[in-house]
């Protein structure tokens, strides 16, 4: 056993401060004064999520007995098992705001999705670093990556859970760059979405981002069927925008994309979700309301306030203070965990690190940016804050592997 | 593990937390903007949203009759709003259900609201009983949208109708409400009757009150900072002169009859009773406009919205006489010995018809038959000395003619002609001795309102000293503290006891002797009075009667106008009868009269020969 020293207890105690924090939230949204608007079954969120705050706590001690090497044993198996139970929630699941992501078994809905991207990383980190010679010249290798995460992708997506289908698509990207995959490459992987983003707004910012990051592209790669490639990808893109505003979506798709770049548009519309949390965060002030003194919380005006607008009930009790202490916080861990990565000698522990911290950011940047009303509204939970069981533990399981790893470093020595 | 792999491996690290970092420091600096740069704007925001501004109706004024008796009170109705953008249609039926209607009726209902506007909230259905609002308030947190506010409409307690009296509210029309700063959109104001002229009075100052609401608009509770909020100003109560019983016997007995009626204290001006006939349902305008009713009444030709009572201008007759005496005295054409022969016509270039029995007349008697002899005679000399301009500024002393206005909207203020209206409308010069002759007799172009009517006779009743009708006898301020009103009461000067001696006589003898004695003559009630009948160039004359009583002491006045009614003495003069007994004696006890007017039917068309009576 390890001298308990060099096990991360910055990084333990920021998971316990994450989740302090998350709790306090989530009792503000759901036992506040708004508790009398609600219905039971939510008020009692608060109460849920402090079990699965002890049982993820009880997991993620139980995790740091393990053989870091068992991730790598049971990646494939955990991948199969998966795979199973997203199949299983697709017949048989229980529906929840509109996706069919949860799985009742005994007293807890599960939702499997989450603990499917613990599998995902793991199986795809497996496979791609169980190889010597992987590279993006090497197709093969590459799209067969890709596929073991479009699986459970477009799983995920049957079961019109965008927002998750969206972070297994970003692990892409991320974990084909980690395995060697060109800069250049990786970058125009990610382009489309950058460029999208900023041809909803105007279709020039969509074409000037198109130029820029094909110039970037070339100047990083200097191949020129990649710029060549880059360049139309990006055109296509800014046009399949277009037409899609125009043509394709019916009138409420384009009023919610809309109301996103102006929430004025239609403020009792599609775009009052924007405008109610723009408010609550912008009314915090420095300071905060205080305490479940918030009246955007505590009036409800916040659509999901224990979930996706979590972040809205901490602008405006806590102000500008706490918004960015939380924001300090994660950018602490992820600077933590990231340096774990680095430290590791075994691509594998790297490779799953380097996943746990991204699919962590992504879910905070658009969490926050969605709130902030940087991004159009995308349902995802803000990691060890957000309300949802599932997710909480998901998260809490990726640290405590992030952390068993860095805790046993020297075992991974020996194997490899 | 190379070199290269691993410096990658330093460069990505590196690479990936500056990227991270760095949008992390994005997301801090807009949440920097919007919590320090732009507070101020999502600080008020915050406000506006969870705070309210809400209108607390001020109570209207509350109307009393002369004994201090409630006649016009406020009854609160309960209305369901909606505001469609928040509402679930799912819901429709569950609110449907509640409400007791129809899904059909409700979903029209809502596309009306959601055509009015998707985010403004209007009114879904108003005028539900109490327990359905009760059921609505209960369920208000599973219907989003739904709304209930509680507002207040005009209430009638005792039996008068009113129409003409009270008079009416409705909507305020646009410009009426941008021109006033204490009206919004969808107020009432008084459009007609006491509610029009009193409108400022009865109107109190709207109250304002903050709110805390949520999301779904449900109020939470008042605002904590009080001091915004402003309670409102209840309207000021207006006390009449309404004798509430007599105004219910008044339009009994005016029912199925086209006309006016208005009862007088003579020694006040105070108005006991009026009515125009044919009135309409003043309850059926009070809350919900009943459109079909109000379309109704509009295209009624018997225009029951017209306040004949005062508004209505019609030849006053023979009521005339008694002022026609009065002046021939004051100007000595004639004194109380004063005898004309009537040979069954007045000769003046042609035959001026007199139907009174042939024989001599002096003024008494020539009022107590109404002989028309004698009244040509005397304007005759009052037209042929140049004294016509002289004639209407004595009838005008009596405050006919001239602007003498009642407190109600649209008085007419009669036509007492004289040389220069009589070249307006003639042409210059263009009217010969004819047309002052007829005037005389209470013809021609003199025209009355039964306003004046009782006006000139309660100078005559109340001892030559003139009175300014009026309801409004006081009015009770929010604060309690009570205003009366004084009279005015001016004598006029040119009437002594001596000349209303001789015409109080004559009206006593019309009352006692004359053809309307089997109805007028009560002899518990010493009355006096004057019938008259109104030539008609469109149908059956109209009958008048104008008449005081007790005869040694005046204490009312009644004047009645039956169009069509034909001789005043059969039409007019038993409703007047049966009031002035009622009135006096607090009962009816001459039930044949009673009956005989209820069962009173006006002929509109009739050829009878224009009469004096």
């Given at each position: 056993m390890n001298n308990v020293r060099e096990f991360s207890w910055s990084v333990f105690f920021t998971w316990m401060i994450l989740a302090v924090i998350g709790l306090i939230a989530i009792y503000s949204a759901t036992q506040g004064p708004v508790s009398q608007f609600l219905a039971e079954y939510i008020q009692d969120n608060f109460f849920k999520q402090v079990v699965w705050v002890i049982v993820s706590l009880f997991a993620l001690i139980s995790i740091q007995f393990i053989s870091p090497r068992a991730f790598i044993q049971l990646s494939y198996l955990a991948y199969g098992v998966g795979i199973i139970l997203m199949i299983l929630t697709l017949m048989f699941g229980t529906e929840i705001n509109g996706a069919k992501s949860w799985l009742r078994i005994g007293p807890a809905n599960l939702q499997p999705s989450e603990l499917m991207k613990i599998a995902t990383i793991l199986a795809a980190a497996n496979y791609l670093t169980s190889r010597r010679d992987i590279s993006a010249e090497n197709v093969r290798y590459a799209l067969t990556a890709v596929v073991i995460i479009l699986i459970p992708a477009s799983l995920v997506f049957m079961q019109n859970d965008l927002g998750t289908a969206l972070i297994f698509l970003s692990l892409i990207p991320v974990m084909l760059f980690w395995s060697g995959l060109p800069y250049g490459v990786s970058l125009f992987i990610i382009s489309p979405a950058v460029i999208a983003y900023l041809a909803v707004i105007e279709w020039y910012y969509g074409l000037v981002a198109a130029i820029l990051l094909t110039a970037l592209i070339f100047f990083i790669q200097r191949r020129v069927w990649l710029t060549v490639t880059s360049f139309v990808t990006g055109f296509l893109t800014v046009s399949g925008v277009q037409v899609a505003m125009n043509q394709l979506l019916q009138p409420h798709q384009i009023a919610r994309i809309a109301a996103f770049t102006n929430p004025n548009y239609d403020p009792t519309g599609a775009g009052w979700n924007v405008i109610q949390a723009k408010t609550a965060i912008g009314s915090g002030g420095l300071t905060g309301k205080g305490f479940l003194e918030g009246?955007?919380?505590?009036?409800?005006?916040?659509?999901?306030?224990?979930?996706?607008?979590?972040?809205?009930?901490?602008?405006?009790?806590?102000?500008f203070i706490g918004s960015t202490i939380v924001i300090m916080t994660f950018i602490f861990l992820f600077i933590r965990l990231l340096n774990m990565a680095g430290n590791h000698k075994h691509p594998f522990a790297q490779l799953v690190t380097v996943s746990f911290t991204s699919v962590y950011f992504i879910h905070f940047f658009i969490n926050v940016g969605s709130a902030s009303a940087l991004l159009p509204v995308i349902g995802l939970p803000l990691p060890f804050i957000s309300y949802g069981g599932s997710a909480f533990l998901t998260n809490t399981i990726m640290l405590a592997i992030c952390l068993n790893m860095d805790f046993h470093k020297r075992e991974f020595s020996i194997y490899r | 593990m190379s070199i290269s792999q691993s410096n990658r491996t330093r460069t990505s690290i590196r690479a990936l937390q500056v990227i991270m970092i760095g949008m992390m420091l994005v997301v801090l600096g807009r949440v920097f903007y919007l919590q320090i740069i732009e507070y101020d704007v999502y600080a008020a925001l915050g406000q506006e949203n969870s705070v309210r501004q809400e209108y607390v109706d001020a109570a209207r004024g509350l109307i009393y009759d002369r004994d201090g008796r409630l006649i016009v009170d406020n009854e609160p109705i309960y209305s369901i709003t909606i505001t469609p953008s928040l509402f679930d249609n799912d819901k429709l039926p569950l609110l449907a259900d509640i409400l007791n209607v129809s899904d059909s009726l409700l979903t029209a209902r809502v596309q009306e609201a959601q055509r009015y506007s998707w985010y403004r909230t209007s009114r879904l259905i108003t005028e539900i009983d109490f327990d359905r609002f009760s059921a609505i308030q209960e369920n208000l947190w599973q219907l989003p949208g739904i709304g209930h506010q509680i507002e207040s409409k005009r209430h009638y307690p005792t039996d008068i109708n009113g129409s003409?009296?009270?008079?009416?509210?409705?909507?305020?029309?646009?410009?009426e409400y941008q021109n006033s700063d204490r009206l919004k959109l969808g107020d009432k104001v008084g459009k007609s009757g006491l509610e029009m002229i009193y409108e400022d009075t009865l109107?109190?100052?709207?109250?304002?009150?903050?709110?805390?609401?949520?999301?779904?608009?449900?109020?939470?509770?008042?605002?904590?900072?009080?001091?915004?909020?402003?309670?409102?100003?209840?309207?000021?109560?207006?006390?009449?002169?309404?004798?509430t019983e007599l105004q219910v016997l008044a339009e009994e007995l005016m029912e199925g009859k086209k006309g006016a009626l208005v009862a007088m204290d003579p020694k006040t001006g105070g108005i006991l009773a009026m009515v125009s006939a044919p009135d309409y349902d003043l309850q059926k305008l009070a809350g919900r406009l009943d459109t079909d009713y109000w379309q109704a009444i509009n295209a009624d030709t018997l225009t029951p919205l017209y306040n004949r009572a005062i508004s209505g201008r019609q030849p006053p007759g023979s009521t005339f006489k008694p002022i026609m005496g009065l002046i021939g005295l004051h100007l000595g054409f004639i004194d109380s010995t004063t005898t004309v022969y009537n040979s069954g016509a007045y000769m003046r270039g042609r035959p001026y018809r007199d139907t009174a029995p042939i024989g001599d007349y002096n003024l008494e008697k020539a009022i107590a038959n109404s002989s028309n002899t004698f009244f040509f005679s005397l304007m005759d000399q009052i037209a042929t000395n140049g004294y016509l301009n002289e004639w209407s500024s004595l009838v005008k002393d009596l405050g006919v003619g001239v602007s003498n206005p009642i407190d109600l909207p649209y008085a007419s203020n009669g036509i007492v002609p004289d040389s220069t209206y009589l070249n307006r409308v003639f042409g210059e010069n263009r009217w010969g001795v004819g047309d002052i002759m007829s005037m005389g007799i209470g013809q021609g172009l003199l025209s009355l309102s039964p306003l004046q009517v009782a006006q000139m006779t309660s100078v005559i009743a109340n001892g030559g000293y003139r009175v300014k009708p009026h309801i409004v006898k006081a009015s009770r301020m929010p604060s309690g503290r009570v205003v009366e009103k004084n009279p005015e009461l001016h004598q006029v000067g040119w009437i002594t006891d001596e000349n209303l001696g001789v015409i109080k006589a004559g009206m006593r003898k019309v009352v006692s002797e004359g053809p309307s004695r089997y109805y007028t003559n009560?002899?518990?009630?010493?009355?006096?009075?004057k019938t008259g009948t109104a030539q008609n160039p469109h149908g059956r004359d109209h009958g008048w009667f104008t008449s005081f009583a007790p005869y040694d002491d005046p204490q009312i006045v009644v004047s009645v106008l039956i169009e069509n009614g034909g001789y005043g003495s059969i039409s007019a003069a038993p409703v007047a009868a049966v009031l002035i007994e009622k009135y006096i004696e607090g009962e009816i006890s001459r039930n044949y009269v009673y009956n005989y007017v209820l069962n009173f039917v006006s002929r509109p068309t009739d050829s009878e020969l224009i009469d004096n009576e």
């Open positions: 009246t955007q919380t505590q009036l409800k005006f916040l659509p999901e306030q224990w979930t996706d607008f979590i972040f809205c009930v901490i602008g405006e009790e806590f102000g | 003409h009296l009270f008079g009416y509210l409705r909507e305020a029309s646009e410009a109107r109190g100052d709207d109250g304002v009150k903050y709110l805390r609401v949520n999301a779904l608009g449900q109020a939470i509770s008042n605002f904590e900072d009080t001091t915004l909020s402003q309670p409102p100003v209840q309207g000021t109560d207006i006390y009449t002169t309404i004798d009560n002899p518990e009630v010493p009355t006096a009075g």
